[in-house]
């Protein structure tokens, strides 16, 4: 054997040793290429790999469920998620913007795919991140996508990150762009309500009552963004779907992020703000903006009630001729605590008495709290609106943060808010409460009308309506 030569056993692992890495890598290459050609590399993994920043979570789509009504869509190489699409009429170019919730702290460029009979054009889209996010570290943005001269009218938009090679945008998910045609005049509906958000809802009377009090205002839409609610409460968000009067959109956010049940970090743990209510509420605006000749946002234990008149059909011209038209309304809050029950009296006696079978409701009844706590002067207003939504471009809980021609505080003895909730000044005495007996005006049209509900709903049998 010479002096370079090996043994036979040897040479032989010598030759594994140098063939065995390049095998690897080849392997892995084939691994590799396979899964990215799978629509489960397009779509996004389960979860992000684990860093610092909160995670978004996607689950895989099932389009038998109900709650998929809204396609809520993860964008490709980010940690955006799109809510919905509608093509802007009133910027000075046209666009198509999508209501969607990104972290803010990522810094990501988009590229918007749009579909103009059946061909597919890219542009650069542009993050607005709405300044209303309350610290948590998801928030409400909207992504402008700019529309090139050949596709003026897309039926559909896609965005995934500008970083990804274009070829993967072929497998992204496609939302449907709304609002194609500009409304000026005519309006299927005069008064629009957005409720958001529902979540663990149990409060069945008072939801009731307040549908039916926003009928006799003259609303004749109410959109919920439901996340979850009691049986009971659903039978009822049934019953006035079949009348034409609720639409429910399902709000299934908590399955792609850890929503927060509070306004603030500090008083509820989570990424995002509230359920969603942001997105809700500006996706509410969008989709109504061309339906609805008014839209109002507010929640479930709040109505705005006229002083002087008897409905909102008479309210708006009032307000247009006071403070202006095509704007936004603010309306005082004011809280009658649902602790305190109103003593008795030969009115609110003759309610009791024709009501006592709501007691067997969940809920809470506005017509025994008729007690407001007095305003504190200093302390911000958590003002509710009604508002043009063609005038808006940015909408939050409390008002709006961008609209053509801003809002107007309303006089409190034209009209104001009542808020039916628990108390938020505690400290106080039943004698420093303000008796407020507005709500009884309605009472003999509310009472028929709410055991006529109960009682068509199957929450109450026929023989217990009295």
Avoid at 395 to 405: D, E, Q
Wanted: aromatic share 10%; hydrophobic share 40%; net charge neutral.
């Amino acid at each position: 054997m010479g002096h370079n030569q090996l043994p036979p056993q040897l040479m032989k692992f010598r030759w594994l040793v140098y063939i065995s890495p390049v095998i690897t890598i080849l392997s892995l290459t084939l691994l590799l290429w396979t899964y990215r050609s799978t629509s489960a590399f397009q779509v996004w993994t389960q979860y992000y790999q684990a860093t610092s920043e909160p995670q978004l979570a996607v689950p895989p789509r099932d389009p038998h469920d109900p709650r998929e009504t809204v396609p809520f869509v993860a964008v490709t190489g980010t940690r955006s998620l799109l809510v919905s699409a509608y093509l802007e009429h009133r910027t000075g170019k046209r666009e198509v913007r999508l209501i969607a919730v990104v972290l803010r702290s990522e810094t990501v460029a988009y590229r918007c795919v749009l579909r103009c009979q059946e061909q597919l054009y890219i542009s650069e889209g542009v993050r607005q991140i709405h300044t209303d996010h309350f610290g948590f570290a998801y928030g409400t943005a909207d992504i402008m996508c700019p529309l090139p001269p050949s596709c003026e009218t897309p039926s559909h938009v896609a965005v995934t990150s500008a970083a990804l090679d274009s070829q993967d945008t072929l497998h992204e998910e496609f939302l449907e762009v709304k609002n194609q045609k500009a409304q000026r005049d005519s309006f299927p509906f005069n008064f629009t309500v957005c409720l958001s958000t529902m979540f663990d809802f149990t409060n069945v009377l008072q939801l009731v009552q307040s549908l039916e009090m926003m009928q006799l205002l003259g609303v004749d839409r109410v959109v919920v963004y439901k996340t979850n609610s009691s049986p009971e409460t659903q039978r009822v968000l049934d019953y006035y779907t079949s009348k034409g009067l609720v639409e429910v959109i399902p709000w299934s956010l908590s399955r792609f992020l850890n929503v927060s049940r509070g306004w603030l970090p500090l008083h509820g743990p989570g990424d995002l703000h509230y359920f969603g209510q942001i997105p809700a509420l500006n996706d509410c605006v969008y989709r109504y903006m061309y339906q609805s000749r008014y839209v109002a946002l507010h929640d479930m234990d709040e109505l705005i009630l006229t002083q002087s008149v008897k409905s909102w059909l008479e309210l708006m011209p009032l307000l247009e001729h006071k403070y202006g038209a095509d704007k936004c309304y603010m309306f005082e809050n004011n809280i009658f605590p649902n602790t305190v029950t109103s003593p008795p009296t030969s009115q609110t006696l003759l309610l009791q008495s024709c009501c006592s079978s709501w007691q067997n409701v969940s809920g809470v009844n506005i017509l025994a709290h008729l007690y407001q706590e007095p305003k504190v002067k200093g302390k911000f207003d958590n003002v509710k609106t009604i508002v043009n939504p063609r005038a808006v471009f940015t909408a939050t809980v409390h008002g709006l943060i961008s609209s053509l021609r801003g809002c107007s505080m309303v006089d409190r003895n034209i009209a104001r808010m009542y808020h039916t909730r628990a108390a938020a000044q505690t400290e106080l005495t039943p004698d420093q409460l303000i008796y407020d007996g507005r709500l009884l005006n309605y009472s003999s049209q509310l009472i028929p009308n709410v055991n006529t509900v109960l009682r068509e709903s199957g929450l109450l049998p026929e023989d217990n309506i009295q």
